[in-house]
Every structure is written in C-alpha cells, then in structure tokens.
C-alpha cells in the first residue's frame, strides 16, 4: 500500500531564517507531487505542483520553492522565512493515471515564524 | 474556472443527530466532486467521490452526499453524529491539470 511521510512534524524558526521541508512517497511510482499551506481560517493553498523529476508548477508568486530531485521526493524551501509563512504545510500525492482524481495527504508540518 | 462554497464556516450538533454540510459548486462542465476530513493538527482523508457515476455516493464513516446538478450541489449528510465527527470537513473539485480546488471548509462541532 502506499504511504506519504512528511518532515519534521512540526518546527519553529525566526524570521530570515532558511527552511527545507521534505515529502516521499512509498508505494507508487511517477506519482504527482502537491504542496498546500493552510492558514488559520483560510483552507487551502496549493503552493506548487509536479507531474514528474525536476518539473514544477508554482501556483502562487511567493517567498517559497519546490524541488523533486526524485520521483517519490519532493521538498519545500525559503532562503529567509517570513513572518506570514506560517502556517500547516501539507504534502499530497495522486496516481499519474488521469481517471483518479483523488489526492492523498501527509500528516503536516506546523511551520511557526517567530 | 471550477470553485466550491461552503456556506456555515461552524456548524454544531447534537450528538444522535443528523449532520448537513452544504456544498455548492461551479464548473463549467460534469465535475469530480470530493469531501475530505481534518481532525485538529492531521492530514487530510477522502471521506468520498463523485466522478459522474451515481448521484448518490457512500463513503466511509457513514457519510454521504448526493450530486444534484440542477442546484450545482453536492451536500453532505450523516444520519447521527457521533463525537469522533468533530473535525472540518472540505468540499472540492477537480480542476485541470490533477489540481484540487478547496472550499474554505465547515469546522464541526459535536455537542454531547
């Protein structure tokens, strides 16, 4: 069965500080990668997406980045934090097979700029 | 562009009684429709699906929601709620690309 593992639970960080959070996925293969940001009362954000190694969509103009240096990896970076970059970030994984819409989510990372 | 509403950010109920959560999309065409689950600090769990099959879909924990497109609805219902269903709930649709569109969520409240 497949499984997504998010790192680390959950962390504080000052302000202009880097960040590096990390996504894999076990049990699939080529799957597509997401990163959303929930904020408190505000749902979710998709931050980016990649349907594949090194290919990646940003949806949003933003102080963060994405890599996926492997196919089941994907990792979420800032050169200097923000103050508004808190938040719960959340990693999802769906099939590449365009018929299963569904995503499935990681278990989080609470993010606290101080 | 496909979008949700969810009306009613707080909904509380009684323990025994039914739960509602009003879904309300646009799309431009037949959509995929989903409800996912948050309990408080966790990820999120596909609680059910519509893909254009049956209008009424069954998911897991005893909920489930009807497609109505003559009121671009997808409303969410359980006959008695149960303690563990406090959590928010999200409605949302599928967008191009595999990217999911989400409403801003119904935070659920179980009154014993």
């Known amino acids: 069965s497949q499984t997504i593992h998010q790192w680390p639970a959950t962390l504080v960080q000052p302000v202009g500080s880097p960040l590096s959070l990390e996504c894999t996925v076990e049990?699939?293969?080529?799957?597509?990668l997401y990163w959303y940001r929930q904020a408190a009362g505000r749902g979710l954000q998709l931050l980016f997406y990649?349907?594949?190694?090194?290919?990646i969509s940003s949806e949003v103009p933003q102080n963060l980045s994405a890599s996926r240096p492997q196919d089941r990896q994907f990792i979420l970076s800032s050169k200097k934090l923000l103050l508004s970059d808190s938040g719960f970030y959340l990693c999802a994984w769906s099939a590449a097979d365009r018929w299963n819409y569904e995503q499935y989510f990681g278990p989080g990372t609470r993010l606290t700029v101080t | 562009a496909q979008s949700v509403t969810q009306l009613d950010s707080h909904v509380s109920v009684s323990e025994g009684t039914p739960v509602l959560l009003r879904c309300n999309y646009s799309s431009s065409y037949s959509p995929s429709l989903f409800w996912y689950v948050q309990h408080p600090n966790k990820g999120l769990q596909l609680l059910l699906k519509?893909?254009?099959?049956?209008?009424l879909v069954k998911g897991i924990n005893g909920f489930e929601a009807e497609f109505k497109k003559s009121e671009t609805s997808f409303h969410l219902t359980k006959p008695s709620a149960h303690m563990s269903d406090a959590a928010e709930y999200f409605c949302v649709i599928r967008r191009g690309n595999n990217r999911l569109a989400f409403g801003k969520g119904n935070q659920v409240v179980v009154i014993p």
């Open positions: 519509y893909t254009s099959a049956a209008t």
């Open positions: 049990g699939t293969s080529n799957p597509n």
């Open positions: 990649s349907v594949g190694i090194g290919q």
